[in-house]
């Protein structure tokens, strides 16, 4: 995005960001059950942080997925967007039967007058990054490393629904949250996060899982909110993920449930946010 942004200012020419929806991924397979980084709504809000002047947003339907590369490049990035500076991914290849790549926008630039530069990948600890690794990471509990390879904090966001109202008789009230079907979540397990809502920010931890010790049997993501004392039911609001507490475990009854809230509670407190 820095570099983006910086050919935009160099060139004098409007940045933009082109991405295709729904997700090539889910028409190429569309029995693969794939979970998304971030949904539609959190990919415009992080393109609009980072200063990105446009969001085209292309459907990917059957017409467009039988474009060459060729017909992709002069139908919609030259034709549809008047593109004069494009920047691609180092590995990136599109159009039918990946027939675009870097070399071939090379070869149209000179004809169709516009600049096009590759980026180098960005590498940490020696790897690649790559939207696969950083799934993984997130479904192997490993928020840290994810949230490296992110350049942010990983986030949910949902509305509070009701739950077993368990939580309050325990002294630890959680907000269960209703994610979109689409987004990853991490492994299960608890974890330090930091919640927002109605734009204010309060430390919590919280815990996806099937809550096993109450027998439960749904997979819930629910917070307990630090110095936070209201009804949010029916409120949006939004956890960063900073760290991890532990794996789901089946505690021998509420009592020793209690006790490692007690501790998760007391590593949330110490946690330097
Ligand atoms: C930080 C945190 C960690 C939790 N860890 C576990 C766990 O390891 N095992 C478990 O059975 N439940 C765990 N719970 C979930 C509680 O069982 C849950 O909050 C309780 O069942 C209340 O549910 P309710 O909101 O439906 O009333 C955790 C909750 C929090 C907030
Ligand atoms: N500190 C807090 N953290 C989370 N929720 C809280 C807190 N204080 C009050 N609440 C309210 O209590 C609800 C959770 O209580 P709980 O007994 O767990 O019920 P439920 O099972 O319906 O989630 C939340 O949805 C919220 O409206």
């Known amino acids: 995005m820095d570099e983006l942004k910086k050919a935009g200012s160099e ?3 409007e940045t933009a960001v082109l991405t295709f929806w729904p997700h ?4 190429f397979n569309p029995n693969e059950d794939l979970k998304l980084l971030n949904t539609l709504e959190e990919k415009t809000l992080l393109m609009e942080n980072y200063g990105v002047g446009n969001l085209f947003l292309k459907e990917f339907d059957e017409e467009f997925r039988n474009l060459t590369g060729e017909e992709f490049v002069r139908q919609i990035l ?12 180092y590995d990136h290849s599109f159009g039918k039967n990946k027939s675009g790549n870097f070399e071939l926008l090379k070869k149209l630039s000179k004809e169709l007058d516009f600049e096009v530069e590759q980026m180098e990948a960005i590498n940490i600890h020696e790897n690649n990054i790559s939207s696969t690794k950083i799934r993984k990471a997130l ?3 490993d928020i840290i490393k994810a949230n490296e390879m992110l350049g942010y904090h990983y986030s949910l966001s949902g509305t509070v629904v009701h739950g077993k ?15 979109e079907n689409i987004k990853l979540l991490p ?3 608890a974890y330090i996060v930091e919640v927002f809502v109605e734009n204010k920010s309060y430390k919590g931890m919280l815990s996806i899982g099937t809550n096993p010790t109450v027998n439960g049997e749904k997979l819930t993501v629910e917070v307990y909110i630090l110095d936070f004392n209201g009804d949010i039911y029916g409120e949006n609001i ?3 993920f ?3 507490l532990h794996d789901e475990i089946k505690f021998e009854g509420l009592e020793k449930l209690v006790e490692r809230l007690d501790e998760d509670k007391r590593l949330t407190e110490e946690f330097n946010f």
């Open 11 to 13: 060139n004098n020419l």
């Open 24 to 27: 090539p991924r889910f028409v």
């Open 78 to 89: 030259i034709d549809r967007l008047n593109v004069k500076y494009l920047i691609i991914g």
């Open 139 to 141: 479904l192997e509990g």
């Open 165 to 179: 109202k368990i939580g309050r008789t325990i002294g630890y009230p959680t907000a269960n949250i209703e994610t």
């Open 187 to 189: 492994k299960k397990g």
């Open 238 to 240: 939004t956890v960063k």
């Open 242 to 244: 900073r760290d991890s």
